[in-house]
């Protein structure tokens, strides 16, 4: 698993009644985005097991796949494609873990990232860590710039897939493509909803692919 610098190799997200300083250990909506978009390389794959399930209803998860809505627009709305890939948005998030002490993490991506042959290669999104002000971006591209944001959000609701983790159950997603949400639910006193969390790299997963072909074919 990989060290993160606001996370351990892996982490806990336990969620409990007022425990609201970050909607991922809060009970409130938690609006589909990837993870670590302030980090200069987020983390390739997310994993989420289930431990316990809160005894209420929502809570429902919530995963879109952010390249398809990235080509919807491509095909159908390139202005807007054109700025996605290419103007940078600050992304930041400060806070304090007790593995690390105090940490501000800060970085500019665009929302969606090309590689040297102008495919997709990730996609950068988490409303709640992009920087409100936009101060690096240029003041006649603010408007554009919000409409195409708000084109890739309304495309990544309209094609998400929804359902309720059951205690017990895992899963993994490459968190530079799939956008991953939570559903808003009550809880009550006394009851919980745990999840472990964990990360890995596409690097150290093919090397593991390799060294077991090795050893089952020689």
Same mark, same amino acid.
């Given at each position: 698993?990989?060290?993160?610098?606001?996370?351990?190799?892996?982490?806990?997200?336990?969620?409990?009644?007022?425990?609201?300083?970050?909607?991922?250990?809060?009970?409130?909506?938690?609006?589909?985005?990837?993870?670590?978009?302030?980090?200069?390389?987020?983390?390739?794959?997310?994993?989420?097991?289930?431990?316990?399930?809160?005894?209420?209803?929502?809570?429902? !998860?919530q =995963?879109?796949?952010?390249?398809?809505?990235?080509?919807?627009? #491509? $095909?159908?709305?390139p202005? &807007? %494609?054109q700025?996605?890939s290419?103007?940078?948005?600050?992304?930041?998030?400060?806070?304090?873990?007790?593995?690390?002490?105090?940490?501000?993490?800060?970085?500019?991506?665009?929302?969606?990232?090309?590689?040297?042959?102008?495919?997709i290669?990730?996609?950068?999104?988490?409303?709640?860590?992009?920087?409100?002000?936009?101060?690096?971006?240029?003041?006649?591209?603010?408007?554009?710039?919000?409409?195409?944001?708000?084109?890739? !959000?309304? =495309?990544?609701?309209?094609?998400?897939?929804?359902?309720?983790? #059951? $205690?017990?159950?895992?899963? &993994? %997603?490459?968190?530079?493509?799939?956008?991953?949400?939570?559903?808003?639910?009550?809880?009550?006193?006394?009851?919980?909803?745990?999840?472990?969390?964990?990360?890995?790299?596409?690097?150290?997963?093919?090397?593991?692919?390799?060294?077991?072909?090795?050893?089952?074919?020689?």
């Amino acid at each position: 698993m990989k060290t993160c610098l606001c996370f351990r190799e892996t982490f806990t997200l336990i969620t409990q009644p007022y425990q609201t300083a970050n909607l991922s250990y809060s009970p409130g909506r938690l609006g589909l985005h990837t993870d670590q978009p302030s980090l200069e390389r987020p983390p390739n794959i997310q994993f989420l097991q289930c431990l316990k399930q809160a005894k209420t209803t929502g809570g429902e !998860n919530q =995963l879109s796949d952010g390249f398809y809505a990235a080509k919807i627009i #491509r $095909e159908t709305n390139p202005k &807007a %494609f054109q700025l996605l890939s290419s103007v940078p948005v600050d992304n930041y998030v400060t806070g304090t873990q007790r593995t690390v002490g105090k940490f501000h993490s800060a970085y500019r991506h665009p929302i969606i990232s090309l590689d040297l042959h102008c495919n997709i290669k990730a996609v950068n999104f988490s409303n709640t860590m992009r920087f409100m002000h936009m101060c690096t971006v240029p003041l006649e591209t603010h408007k554009p710039l919000y409409g195409a944001m708000k084109l890739f !959000n309304d =495309l990544i609701y309209q094609n998400m897939v929804e359902f309720k983790m #059951r $205690e017990g159950d895992m899963i &993994a %997603f490459d968190n530079n493509r799939v956008l991953h949400g939570r559903v808003a639910y009550e809880i009550n006193e006394g009851d919980e909803r745990h999840l472990e969390g964990g990360y890995m790299e596409w690097d150290d997963i093919r090397s593991y692919m390799r060294v077991l072909n090795e050893k089952l074919h020689g």
